[in-house]
C-alpha cells in the first residue's frame, strides 16, 4: 500500500504533457473521482475529439505510425460543422485524415479486485474495448476503451479527394459518434459513483475477497457464453446495441464482486 501512495503522488505531481496541458472539461468529474479515492490513480484521459491529422507530403504512413511529422489542422472536443472542417483544409499540403477518437481513460490501480470493479462498470457503460493488464513489477493498469472509432482519408498530397456532399455526411456520423461518446460517459460516471459507494460500504474479510475473485469470473465466462450464443442467433443484426442506462440492474453485479 505505502509503494503504491507514492507512486501515485509521484504521478499526480507531474506537469500535463499533452497537447492541451490540462484535463479535458467532460473526462474532468471522473478523473476526479477516482483520484479522489486512495486505490485508484489516472495517468491518461481524453473525453474524445474530432480530429483533422494531416501527415507530411511525401509522408505514405498514418500519423498514428508518425507522430512526429503529424500535424492537426483541426481539433476539438465537441461536434463540429461541414465548414470548420473545409475552412481546416483550407491549410492542407499533405495527406490528411478526419478521425473520430473516443474516450479513453488509464488507471493504475493498487489491486486486482480494484482493476476488476473499474472493468465491470466499463463493460456496462459500453466501453466494450476496455481491458486490465499487470506489469511484470506487478502494477495494475485498468484502461477504458470502446470500439466506435472512425478514420477517413480526405486529401493525398493538399489534394481534396472526396466531394463536399460526403464531407458533409462524414461529419453527421462523426457527431452522432460524439453524442454517443457523451452518453457513455455520463453513464460511466454514474454507475462509478454506484460503484464506488457500494465497495466503501463492504468489509469483507480475506476468505471473502478470494470468493468475490472467483465470482468475476465466473460471470464473465458466463456473459462470454450467452453472448456468443446470443450472436450466433443474431448473426444478421449489424448493429451494435446500445447498454441500457439503469443504473440499479448494473448495481446488482457491483454487490455481487463487492459483497
Same mark, same amino acid.
Given at each position: 500500500?505505502?509503494?503504491?501512495? !507514492?507512486?501515485?503522488?509521484?504521478?499526480?505531481?507531474?506537469?500535463?504533457?499533452?497537447?492541451?496541458?490540462?484535463?479535458?472539461?467532460?473526462?474532468?468529474?471522473?478523473?476526479?473521482?477516482?483520484?479522489?479515492?486512495?486505490?485508484?490513480? #489516472?495517468?491518461?484521459?481524453?473525453?474524445?475529439?474530432?480530429?483533422?491529422?494531416?501527415?507530411?507530403?511525401?509522408? #505514405?504512413?498514418?500519423? *498514428?505510425? !508518425?507522430?512526429?511529422?503529424?500535424?492537426?489542422?483541426?481539433?476539438?472536443? &465537441?461536434?463540429?460543422?461541414?465548414?470548420?472542417?473545409?475552412?481546416?483544409?483550407?491549410?492542407?499540403?499533405?495527406? %490528411? %485524415?478526419?478521425?473520430? *477518437?473516443?474516450?479513453?481513460?488509464?488507471?493504475?490501480?493498487?489491486?486486482?479486485?480494484?482493476?476488476?470493479?473499474?472493468?465491470?462498470?466499463?463493460?456496462?457503460?459500453?466501453?466494450?474495448?476496455?481491458?486490465?493488464?499487470?506489469?511484470?513489477?506487478?502494477?495494475?493498469?485498468?484502461?477504458?476503451?470502446? #470500439?466506435?472509432?472512425?478514420?477517413?482519408?480526405?486529401?493525398?498530397?493538399?489534394?481534396?479527394?472526396?466531394? &463536399?456532399?460526403?464531407?458533409?455526411?462524414?461529419?453527421?456520423?462523426?457527431?452522432?459518434?460524439?453524442?454517443?461518446?457523451?452518453?457513455?460517459?455520463?453513464?460511466?460516471?454514474?454507475?462509478?459513483?454506484?460503484?464506488?459507494?457500494?465497495?466503501?460500504?463492504?468489509?469483507?474479510?480475506?476468505?471473502?475477497?478470494? *470468493?468475490?475473485?472467483?465470482?468475476?469470473?465466473?460471470?464473465?465466462?458466463?456473459?462470454?457464453?450467452?453472448?456468443?450464443?446470443?450472436? #450466433?442467433?443474431?448473426?444478421?443484426?449489424? &448493429?451494435?446495441?446500445?447498454?441500457?442506462?439503469?443504473? &440499479?440492474?448494473?448495481?446488482?453485479?457491483?454487490?455481487?464482486?463487492?459483497?
Amino acid at each position: 500500500m505505502a509503494a503504491f501512495r !507514492q507512486r501515485k503522488a509521484q504521478r499526480l505531481a507531474r506537469a500535463d504533457a499533452s497537447r492541451k496541458g490540462g484535463l479535458d472539461e467532460r473526462a474532468a468529474p471522473v478523473v476526479r473521482l477516482l483520484n479522489g479515492r486512495a486505490r485508484f490513480c #489516472t495517468t491518461s484521459s481524453c473525453s474524445g475529439r474530432l480530429v483533422l491529422a494531416q501527415g507530411g507530403a511525401a509522408d #505514405t504512413n498514418s500519423c *498514428e505510425i !508518425q507522430k512526429k511529422n503529424c500535424t492537426w489542422l483541426m481539433v476539438t472536443h &465537441e461536434t463540429c460543422t461541414k465548414d470548420d472542417v473545409m475552412t481546416a483544409l483550407e491549410k492542407a499540403t499533405g495527406d %490528411v %485524415v478526419l478521425k473520430f *477518437e473516443p474516450f479513453v481513460l488509464h488507471v493504475l490501480c493498487q489491486e486486482l479486485q480494484d482493476a476488476q470493479l473499474l472493468h465491470s462498470v466499463a463493460i456496462n457503460s459500453g466501453f466494450r474495448n476496455s481491458g486490465i493488464t499487470v506489469g511484470r513489477g506487478g502494477k495494475i493498469m485498468m484502461a477504458v476503451r470502446s #470500439t466506435h472509432c472512425l478514420e477517413v482519408p480526405l486529401s493525398h498530397k493538399g489534394k481534396l479527394m472526396v466531394s &463536399e456532399e460526403y464531407i458533409e455526411f462524414l461529419i453527421h456520423v462523426a457527431n452522432r459518434k460524439m453524442e454517443e461518446n457523451t452518453r457513455r460517459i455520463d453513464r460511466f460516471y454514474k454507475c462509478l459513483e454506484v460503484a464506488l459507494k457500494t465497495a466503501i460500504s463492504a468489509n469483507n474479510s480475506p476468505s471473502e475477497e478470494m *470468493e468475490n475473485r472467483s465470482v468475476y469470473i465466473h460471470r464473465r465466462k458466463r456473459k462470454t457464453i450467452q453472448e456468443q450464443d446470443a450472436h #450466433t442467433s443474431l448473426k444478421d443484426h449489424n &448493429e451494435e446495441l446500445e447498454p441500457e442506462d439503469d443504473t &440499479e440492474s448494473n448495481l446488482a453485479i457491483f454487490a455481487e464482486i463487492m459483497i
